[in-house]
């Protein structure tokens, strides 16, 4: 698989260990707990501090009309919501099992400025509730505008009774990796014919993009770079894409269909990203998944578990959208379709456990502890019996789209370690990657000039040991430049003889005017007014291109070639190439310069003759 960083050794081996204590079906002690909690406040969240819920259900027992109102319980916090200045009651009713840590409980209450919260923690024993602790929020801290107060909790469970329960393993016997992929780019000399996504486009900079990709302003729709994306990706451990979907006949959308198709071709998996953050109808949701699952999941492609598709929905809360509205939705696509959906929520909010079959995140960088936040959702993931995806990602940079943006260094990949060290502890179902190529917020893994195949690297090595496999390297290309007189024209052929495909093939070549013959959907950029650069993305062995290279002078045509192997090695290229009309010239200065030389030797040696005559 190429050259491996040695401080993936000994992550691997701490992810290990960590892996054996919580993949592993062990039983765990656990307290059975009531929890009541009951708020006058507009909104209050209440964080627990090394206690973790691993099952849990609750249900509102007062203050259901509540206006706005949204109850989120994740494996270590609750969140209450209503609308701004409601100061009515509402009280929620949570039975849980909650696993505690031997060190420093606590719990953090915050709450707006009105009212106040209240929250009572019972033991439970042979179905006996026994009050351990009612603890208070009221008034306001001044400066604060959270009213964050902090109660410690390592006494409370004292009083309690454990129990002995167990967390079930992965519901996926073969882990997946998969990667969230972004469809939407288009250049009007790509399969497109449009701009999309892409903005401010020079060869130095893209002004949209965080980072410039290796293969340029590249087409979305163009199936050479779908295909290169797809075996790089493969290359590297990466199973499939979760693609980012934006409804029906959607340019994303058109793109799918070229990529579900090149992606049976490649033994590849593909899915959509429903993207569910729209002002749109129950109707339009139901309407739309349904079209997928008719027109997608039945390729062989489409990414499923035991021959049910699945399909990943961003921001499931988003338009108030509560666990009924998507069980509802559900139920709708089912009786439309007849087709039984895997769906996978993005969300930590176990509710919606009641209606989907897993949870995720899109973006992890809001996450402050991976190992112990991944963990801990992976336990209640797993109690419900559901599909628990862990998300990495190498860093985080949107400040040239979105003012001031936010920022996560990547500190030269130790970020992406740590998000894959978390993924790994929590012995996940599947590994999603945050991103492929969301170029507009610096998260791909796609490569680029700045990085070229570092990360890339780092995920062919993570992935060997999450998937317990070796990945086998990619055989080289081998390009080779020739280049034929055709009229005025030369025509540059471009050969690849080696045995493993060239991916990001750069045509850089110094001209006065080019055209461009027998390459479709070949994108250039013009450098400065006198050269330009061709992007290639794909050359598979034994493949060769033209470009046809009109003359509009007699000097040489300089052309430097940069391409990769799928393995990330880097070759370059660099010729010199002469026109008919520019050899021809050359050769009549030549003879000239003869001539001029055997004429003045001619009158050199009349000279002497005169000079000295013969005697």
Not at 92 to 97: F, H, K, M, R, S
Not at 250 to 272: C, G, M, P, Q
Not at 342 to 366: C, E, K, M, Q
Request: net charge negative; charged share 20%; aromatic share 12%.
């Amino acid at each position: 698989m190429g050259k491996r960083h040695l401080i993936i050794v000994f992550l691997l081996l701490y992810v290990a260990f960590s892996m054996r204590l919580v993949g592993a079906q062990e039983p765990v002690q656990a307290y059975p707990l009531r929890i009541v909690v009951s708020t006058t406040s507009d909104w209050t969240r209440l964080t627990l501090f090394n206690v973790s819920f691993i099952r849990l259900n609750y249900s509102v027992v007062s203050g259901v009309n509540a206006s706005q109102l949204r109850c989120s319980i994740f494996f270590n916090a609750i969140s209450i919501s209503k609308g701004k200045q409601d100061a009515s009651n509402v009280t929620i009713v949570i039975d849980a099992l909650a696993q505690v840590e031997d060190r420093n409980l606590s719990l953090l209450i915050e709450k707006g400025d009105l009212g106040e919260t209240v929250l009572k923690i019972y033991g439970v024993e042979d179905g006996e509730l026994r009050l351990g602790e009612v603890l208070t929020n009221s008034g306001s801290v001044q400066g604060d505008p959270r009213n964050p107060r902090r109660f410690n909790l390592t006494g409370v469970f004292r009083g309690f009774k454990a129990v002995e329960t167990s967390i079930p393993g992965r519901k996926i016997v073969e882990p997946v990796l998969l990667a969230f992929y972004y469809p939407w780019y288009g250049n009007p000399q790509g399969g497109s014919g449009v701009w999309s996504h892409w903005e401010g486009v020079g060869y130095r900079e893209i002004g949209s993009s965080t980072h410039y990709p290796l293969f340029g302003p590249y087409d979305s729709q163009d199936e050479n770079l779908i295909r290169v994306h797809i075996r790089l990706a493969k290359a590297f451990g990466v199973d499939g894409f979760v693609c980012s979907w934006w409804g029906i006949d959607s340019f994303e959308d058109i793109a799918l269909r070229k990529i579900v198709r090149v992606a049976n071709e490649e033994n590849f998996n593909v899915t959509i990203y429903y993207e569910s953050v729209r002002d749109i109808s129950k109707e339009q949701i139901v309407n739309e998944l349904s079209y997928v699952l008719r027109r997608y999941s039945g390729a062989p492609s489409f990414l499923k578990i035991n021959g049910s598709p699945i399909i990943f929905i961003y921001s499931v809360s988003a338009y108030d959208r509560d666990p009924s509205f998507w069980g509802s939705v559900m139920e709708e696509v089912w009786f439309e379709t007849g087709i039984n959906a895997t769906f996978i929520a993005d969300t930590f909010d176990t509710s919606y456990l009641r209606v989907f079959d897993g949870l995720h995140t899109y973006n992890p960088i809001w996450v402050e502890d991976f190992n112990s936040t991944y963990v801990g959702e992976a336990k209640s993931v797993r109690l419900f019996g559901k599909i628990w995806v862990a998300t990495v990602s190498p860093g985080y940079d949107d400040r040239k789209i979105r003012v001031p943006g936010s920022y996560v260094d990547r500190r030269d990949g130790a970020y992406y370690e740590e998000t894959w060290r978390g993924a790994l502890a929590s012995d996940p179902d599947m590994i999603l990657i945050c991103t492929w190529n969301e170029w507009h917020e610096g998260s791909e893994i796609e490569p680029s000039r700045e990085y070229g195949f570092r990360y890339l690297g780092l995920t062919g090595g993570f992935a060997e040991f999450f998937k317990e496999t070796e990945i086998e390297a990619s055989p080289n290309p081998l390009i080779s430049l020739e280049g034929t007189t055709v009229d005025s024209n030369i025509l540059l052929n471009i050969i690849n003889s080696g045995s493993g495909d060239a991916a990001a093939v750069s045509v850089i070549v110094s001209h006065e005017e080019i055209a461009v013959k027998q390459v479709s959907n070949l994108i250039r950029l013009p450098i400065n007014e006198s050269s330009t650069c061709f992007f290639i993305p794909l050359l598979e062995s034994e493949q060769d291109v033209s470009i046809s290279l009109p003359f509009g002078s007699n000097e040489a045509k300089v052309i430097v070639l940069t391409y990769f192997s799928l393995n990330g090695d880097a070759f370059t290229i660099r010729k010199e190439i002469f026109s008919a009309a520019s050899h021809g010239d050359q050769s009549f200065k030549m003879i000239f310069i003869v001539f001029l030389i055997l004429g003045f030797i001619s009158i050199l040696l009349l000279f002497l003759r005169k000079r000295f005559p013969a005697k």
